[in-house]
């Protein structure tokens, strides 16, 4: 399980802290204020993924190695195509030339270059992970000799977030309304409430190693959306 916090920054003004978790007792010139933390989450699961696919070509000439790349790296691209993935989901991230050299010996000043290799990678979006395992088995099976990372997301991100800030406000009023009660009296109105974005909820990847079984399942797994509040209200005495 992987826990992403989203902290929410409460602005107070004129806050005396009276609570250990973070919640406290204020007086300000309308009263005595009660300020509570709250925390809640929520779960979900990964419907997207990028990965990075790569065609690496060794030739005794530049030329030679460049041109089988493309021959290799279109039949990767043309069997994504074959598989519903478009032009938009297909970019170039990385391509590069460079020589192999011999070792040197004594006699010889400068490398002596026997070949050169040339490295073309794409990224993919693959907007439905079920089919991810399908994109994988025909990018390896049309030449393709690396598989340099594997990243997960989802599409109902804010959709958790939000599901996560109601319950954490929900968990902070229950506190605070306990504390005005300890405290003989009742919780009035909300003075502040305030929210500050935070990281991304859910990301995260994995190292994939060339010659991995195309056919074993691929399971995103779940993530928990978790978000911390800060509230403060009124106290009342009864």
Avoid at 18 to 43: K, S, V
Avoid at 136 to 141: F, W
Avoid at 201 to 227: C, H, K, L, Y
């Amino acid at each position: 399980m992987r826990v992403v916090a989203v902290l929410l920054a409460i602005a107070m003004a004129c806050p005396v802290r009276a609570q250990d978790t973070g919640a406290g007792d204020r007086t300000t010139a309308g009263g005595p204020t009660i300020t509570a933390t709250g925390h809640g989450e929520a779960r979900i699961t990964p419907d997207r993924a990028t990965l990075s696919i790569g065609v690496q070509t060794e030739a005794a000439t530049a030329a030679r190695a460049s041109a089988e790349n493309a021959q290799k790296q279109r039949a990767v691209i043309d069997a994504l195509k074959s598989l519903g993935i478009s032009d938009q989901q297909i970019s170039t991230v990385e391509y590069s030339v460079y020589p192999e050299s011999a070792p040197t010996t004594a006699d010889e000043r400068t490398p002596r270059i026997i070949g050169y290799t040339v490295s073309n990678t794409v990224r993919v979006d693959v907007q439905h992970v079920d089919r991810l395992g399908a994109v994988i088995d025909a990018a390896l099976g049309h030449g393709a000799n690396a598989i340099n990372s594997l990243d997960f997301s989802s599409s109902n991100e804010d959709e958790a977030r939000r599901a996560a800030l109601a319950l954490a406000v929900q968990h902070a009023r229950g506190d605070a309304e306990a504390m005005a009660r300890g405290a003989g009296g009742r919780l009035g109105e909300l003075v502040d409430l305030t929210s500050q974005a935070g990281a991304r909820p859910i990301q995260f990847g994995q190292r994939m190693a060339v010659g991995a079984a195309a056919s074993t399942p691929i399971s995103p797994g779940s993530e928990t959306v978790a978000v911390e509040v800060v509230g403060r209200w009124r106290y009342l005495p009864q």
